[in-house]
């Protein structure tokens, strides 16, 4: 359990997080510009939901650096899935280009996420943004680090000073579960709201100051693994929606500095969707 890992074992596991998301944001520069649309960049069927070369080269390298340091943990990676899962109370949750549609576009907003859930809880992770050549780390207990320098999340008391930031799901366009009356909503209440592209960022921007609070839905373990260890080891607060304790199977989470997390969950709750933004037909 993540109680019983020492400091230094802790330590290692974050040193050998950090050599994965450095490999894998070294093929994310590789190819960073250079990528062929018509052979180089595919959908993975939903509109806006893509997979470039630089994706799939990115997770061989941080599976390379995995597979040879800890060879009996599990992983779970948004290309390949999962392998290794019975039997391991270690699951490395990876996400080796997060930002794709930022990618492709040439918007360099990206990153590669490591996170580490033992029994199920985020523990430890890395991200690195190689664009702006910034190294997000924490892991329970020893702290949060940008660029090996502490960070905190800002301090920031409430919802009408904070600057926020959301993401949309892939499956906006067919269901009526968004959050597109949240972005409206809390545009008004506070001092902005940012769509940026790439979960894991957003997270890391919240432990580091930059933003005081976060939500979004439909998300993978692969896309918060790591980003949540971040924010909890710089002093904020993640929950679900209702601040109930965080599941991170559902998807659906509540960051912030931990200031303002009573009053914006009452926002979310209070909200209600929009009813014209039915399921639409690609």
Same mark, same amino acid.
């Given at each position: ?5 020492? *400091? ?8 050998? /997080?950090?050599?994965?998301?450095? /490999? ?16 180089? &960049? ?16 990115? #997770? ?17 990676? #948004? ?14 949750? &990876?996400? *080796? ?10 918007? *360099? ?5 490591v996170g580490l ?49 959301t993401g949309f799901?892939?499956?906006?366009? #067919? ?48 896309? &918060? ?6 924010? #909890? ?11 109930? *304790? ?37």
């Amino acid at each position: 359990m993540a109680a019983n890992l020492s *400091p230094d074992r802790l330590q290692t596991l974050l040193e050998i /997080a950090t050599e994965a998301a450095s /490999a894998g944001g070294a093929v994310l520069k590789k190819y960073w510009g250079k990528l062929d649309p018509g052979k180089q &960049i595919e959908s993975k069927g939903r509109l806006g939901d893509l997979v470039t070369v630089a994706d799939k080269e990115a #997770e061989v390298a941080v599976l390379d650096v995995l597979r040879r340091h800890v060879p009996d943990h599990a992983i779970l990676a #948004e290309e390949s899935g999962a392998s290794g899962i019975d039997g391991s109370d270690f699951l490395w949750a &990876i996400d *080796p280009l997060d930002g794709t549609t930022n990618y492709a576009h040439q918007y *360099p907003f990206s990153a590669t996420s490591v996170g580490l859930l033992v029994d199920g809880v985020p523990t430890l992770g890395a991200i690195y943004d190689p664009f702006h050549d910034e190294l997000f780390r924490a892991a329970k207990g020893l702290g949060a680090t940008r660029n090996r320098q502490s960070m905190q999340v800002s301090g920031c008391d409430r919802l009408a000073d904070s600057l926020l930031v959301t993401g949309f799901a892939y499956d906006r366009r #067919e269901v009526l579960d968004t959050n597109y009356a949240e972005f409206c909503h809390l545009t008004h209440c506070t001092q902005g709201v940012r769509r940026a592209g790439a979960a894991s960022l957003d997270l890391a921007y919240v432990a580091c100051g930059r933003l005081d609070g976060y939500w979004e839905r439909g998300l993978s373990p692969w896309d &918060i693994a790591a980003g949540i260890v971040l924010v #909890e080891e710089a002093g904020g607060l993640v929950t679900s929606y209702d601040k109930s *304790p965080l599941d991170v199977k559902t998807g659906r989470l509540l960051v912030t500095n931990g200031k303002i997390h009573n009053e914006l969950s009452e926002k979310l709750l209070s909200i209600e969707p929009l009813p014209q933004f039915a399921p639409i037909q690609s």
